[in-house]
């Protein structure tokens, strides 16, 4: 039974909720939960990885504690129509990007940048804007998390060392 990504009946829903919600809930906790052996849930766990409707298990973390004090959203506009691969190159040279999307209205795409600090924020920014194509940025800081429990609030990975 070959399901695509998104092809997932009502017990799969719920035992995706259960591990969005708490990715360490045990197969038992989540069986008891929906009415399935842990054995059952397991094998539907496997095949919702298998299919790629889960992705993987993560740990979200306090960024500060990883060193990431400073966060910002950078609009980034380009010179004529830059390719979203082009795009997708550059953002993976810079470790401090944790997301980036392109997007509909003026910019042609939104990053999410954590950095250590103002001053290692700017050298990013600065990093970003020799990409030849880049014409102009537009930078908003984050203040504050309206939602701490969201994905945006927590961090996935350690600030690299001063200096890079």
């Known amino acids: 039974m ?4 998104g092809s997932f009946d009502a017990l799969d829903r719920k035992i995706i909720t259960a591990l969005m919600a708490h990715a360490r809930t ?14 059952a849930v397991k094998r539907r766990v496997d095949r919702l990885r298998e299919t ?3 992705t993987g298990f993560t740990a979200t973390v306090t960024p500060s504690a990883l060193g990431w004090r400073t966060e910002a959203y950078v609009e980034v506009y380009c010179e004529g129509a830059a390719p979203p691969r082009r795009l997708a190159e550059v953002v993976r040279n810079h470790p401090e990007i944790t997301a980036a999307m392109t997007v509909t209205g003026a910019a042609d795409a939104l ?9 290692h924020f700017e050298e ?4 970003i804007r020799t990409e030849p194509f880049i ?4 930078s908003v800081m984050v203040l504050s998390h309206l ?17 890079t």
């Open 124 to 127: 990013v920014l600065e990093r």
């Open 52 to 54: 790629g409707v889960i």
């Open 2 to 5: 070959n399901q695509g990504p």
């Open 135 to 138: 014409r102009k940025t537009i």
């Open 147 to 163: 939602i701490p429990e969201s994905p945006e609030a927590g961090a996935t990975q350690a600030a690299p060392e001063s200096g």
């Open 111 to 119: 990053l999410h940048v954590r950095a250590r600090d103002v001053g």
């Open 26 to 39: 045990s197969f038992a906790e989540i069986g008891t939960a929906i009415g399935l052996s842990s054995t």
